[in-house]
Each structure stands twice: as C-alpha cells, then as structure tokens.
C-alpha cells in the first residue's frame, strides 16, 4: 500500500460497486482507471484469509465479490471499481489454489486447479505454473497464474499430490499441463529414498 488516503473507502461501498459491476462474468478491472483513493486497513493472509480491520471475513461470497475486483499494478494490489482504486495488503499470493483435478498423460495431461474463491483454470500457455525456492531452506513455494498478473499458491496438500504425478525432461522434474512442461526442481536435487 501506498500514497496518501484521498477519501475513506469502505469495505460497504466497494462491496456494493462491485455487486453492481457483477453482470456478466468477471468485472473489466482492467478497463477502470480510477484515481487512487487511498489504502485500506484489509489484507489476505498467505493462507488465503481476508481480513479487514484485522478480523476475518468470514462471509465466503463476500471474499468471492472482493476477489472479482482485485488488480495488481506492479508489485501493489487494489481493489478496483469504476470510481474507487483502493490499496490493500497481500502477504504473498491473493489466492490459494486448494484442489486440483488431473486429466489424461504424459504430455496431453491437463491440470485444473481451483482456488479458494471458485476460480477455475487450467495450467498452460495462459495460466503458467512456476515454482520459488527459499533460499536458505530450499522449500518451494509452487504458484500457478489465475488471472491478469494475479497468481494462488498451491496447497500443500495439492503439491504433494502434483509430485506424485511429476515426471522428468531434460534434466528437469516437473509437471505436464496444456500441452507445456513446468519445471519444478532439477532432477539431480530430487530425494529418491
């Protein structure tokens, strides 16, 4: 978040902005270019948690309304409606990526995730899946694109179950999808027990 608060957005008005840019399918948060109208006190925690005001949302379609109008700009996120851009904090990605589902092999095998607001979308060419490492314990950090610059974090109960179907290519261990190879970690860094 940064800048200087202009107005004192609210959580109610964004929210009723949002429900009437809702028509058809995902609001054009693309297309708006609101002047910013200063940050506000809401964060979504790594684990894919809203919270405003430091307490949790704890209305799921609400989360899901918020999430629809969500946009990063740089390394900064917003909430975005025709007339408001507000600053929010997300402590890593703005979603989580909670399941997926695995159809067909080898290199025709498409992987559907779902996140935690209801996004649907399978990895490949539009929707990369790319892995970080920390640096000092070596554990990944595995990411796959939803939307417009805005990524979830694989659970990591799904990235368990995305290595049991891994597979290796030139040097590489990693994931098929959509017709692209995904490198996870090099083959030589692989435990095999």
């Not at 990526?97 to 399978?122: C, H, K």
């Not at 990524?151 to 990693?174: C, Q, T």
């Amino acid at each position: 978040m940064s800048g200087e608060n202009l107005t004192t957005p609210s959580a109610e008005s964004l929210a009723e902005a949002a429900r009437a840019a809702q028509d058809k399918g995902l609001p054009p948060v693309h297309e708006w270019t609101p002047d910013f109208s200063g940050d506000m006190d809401m964060r979504i925690a790594r684990d894919g948690r809203w919270f405003y005001l430091g307490s949790p949302i704890e209305r799921p379609g609400l989360v899901r309304l918020f999430s629809t109008i969500l946009r990063r700009d740089g390394e900064d996120y917003f909430l975005v409606t025709p007339v408001e851009k507000v600053g929010i904090t997300v402590d890593d990605a703005p979603f989580v990526a909670v399941d997926f589902e695995a159809e067909g092999s080898g290199d025709a095998q498409e992987l559907i995730f779902e996140t935690n607001v209801g996004d649907r979308m399978v990895a490949g060419p539009d929707h990369p899946i790319r892995v970080e490492r920390d640096g000092d314990t070596g554990e990944p950090s595995p990411y796959v694109l939803v939307r417009d610059r805005l990524e979830a974090l694989i659970d990591r109960k799904s990235f368990y179950r995305l290595v049991e179907i891994g597979g290796h290519r030139d040097g590489w261990f990693g994931l098929w999808s959509g017709g692209e190879f995904f490198r996870v970690i090099p083959s030589e860094e692989m435990d095999v027990d």
